[in-house]
Every structure is written in C-alpha cells, then in structure tokens.
C-alpha cells in the first residue's frame, strides 16, 4: 500500500483543517487506518484510528472532541477533519496502514505502511 497525504498548512488558532490520505492498491479497504504526527523535538505520537469498514473510531484524549476521522473505501482515501486546532496540535501529520491484527489500532508499531507526511503549523 503506498499512501499520499495532503492538506496540511498554516492555520490560525480556533481554525479548521482537512486532511486527505490517497491510497494505492486494491486492498485498501482490508487495512485500519491511522493518522498520527509529530511534533518538533518529540516522538511519534498516535491521533487516531478507524476499522477497515469505519465501523470503529479511535482518538488521542488530546483531540477527542475536535478530531474526526473517517474513510470512503470506494475512493481509497482516509480523513482527518481537524477543528478547534491549538498551536499544539502543531506537527508533522501521518497517515499509515495497518493490516488487521491484535494490536490495539492505537499502537504505532502496528502500522506497516505510511506516507511522507503533511505539515500542520497552528499559530497562536
């Protein structure tokens, strides 16, 4: 699976952002799908998660609330739709693949596949 995240930017505090995440491959629709970031000077962190069928939603307690993902398996794309956004939630977002496993869809090292990265910069 190869992934391509886009819509990250230079956002004011309060503000909205969208992001997208394209995947290649027709076995899109068998993978959780994740979107975590880091911040500068600190490590990988999980945001949030959804089932292969969208049926399970996952969130950091530092964006529930304001975060929402989801999928549409018919266009191959994953959303983070992000509201209320604090210059905290500045970083480097991630989307990533993981194949469906016992893994908690909240542990990084479950995610095998993952794009290069958008950047979202909240000013304050």
């Known amino acids: 699976v190869q992934l391509q995240a886009s819509g990250g930017g230079l956002v004011q505090a309060g503000g909205s952002l969208r992001l997208s995440c394209a995947a290649s491959g027709r076995t899109f629709s068998r993978y959780r799908m994740g979107w975590l970031r880091q911040a500068p000077g600190k490590e990988r962190e999980f945001v949030a998660a959804i089932s292969w069928n969208g049926g399970d939603t996952y969130y950091a307690d530092s964006v529930k609330g304001r975060f929402t993902i989801s999928r549409d398996n018919a266009k191959n794309t994953v959303y983070l739709q992000m509201n209320s956004l604090k210059p905290e939630d500045t970083a480097v977002y991630y989307c990533?693949?993981?194949?469906?496993?016992?893994?908690?869809?909240?542990?990084?090292?479950?995610?095998?596949?993952w794009g290069q990265g958008t950047l979202v910069t909240v000013s304050s």
């Open positions: 990533a693949a993981a194949p469906i496993s016992t893994l908690p869809m909240t542990a990084l090292r479950g995610y095998n596949y």
